[in-house]
Nanobody, 120 residues
Framework: QVQLVESGGGLVQPGGSLRLSCAAS????????MGWYRRQAPGKQRELVA????????NYDDSVKGRFTVSRDNAKNMVYLQMNSLKPEDTAVYYC?????????????WGQGTQVTVAS
């Protein structure tokens, strides 16, 4: 079983910063792409915020380019999201996602989500 656990969410004022962390644990052979998604309102689909390949290549949603930075530590099986210059529209539940190789197959896994609220 593979688990992803996020931490670091909270309430922050506009213009502030937060750093999200996600730790993968369990029995697996390899983690490939890791990323962050967010759901900005109940019933809306989760949307990609940023993702990072094992080798370090990154992709960002246009709305966060220049403000957010995704990084990872392969030795610790962790992914991070540094969020700067936060805006009220960044308010959402943020989810960690990882493509994980377990014996015989690749599976996608999700964390439970962490709330980020940007408000004055």
């Amino acid at each position: 079983q593979v688990q992803l656990v996020e931490s670091g969410g909270g309430l922050v004022q506009p213009g502030g910063s937060l750093r999200l962390s996600c730790a993968a644990s369990g029995t697996f052979l390899r983690i490939d792409t890791m990323g962050w998604y967010r759901r900005q309102a109940p019933g809306k689909q989760r949307e990609l915020v940023a993702r990072i390949l094992r080798g370090g290549s990154t992709n960002y949603d246009d709305s966060v380019k220049g403000r957010f930075t995704v990084s990872r530590d392969n030795a610790k099986n962790m992914v991070y999201l540094q969020m700067n210059s936060l805006k009220p529209e960044d308010t959402a539940v943020y989810y960690c996602n990882a493509d994980v190789l377990i014996p015989g197959t690749w599976n996608g896994y999700w964390g439970q989500g962490t709330q980020v609220t940007v408000a004055s």
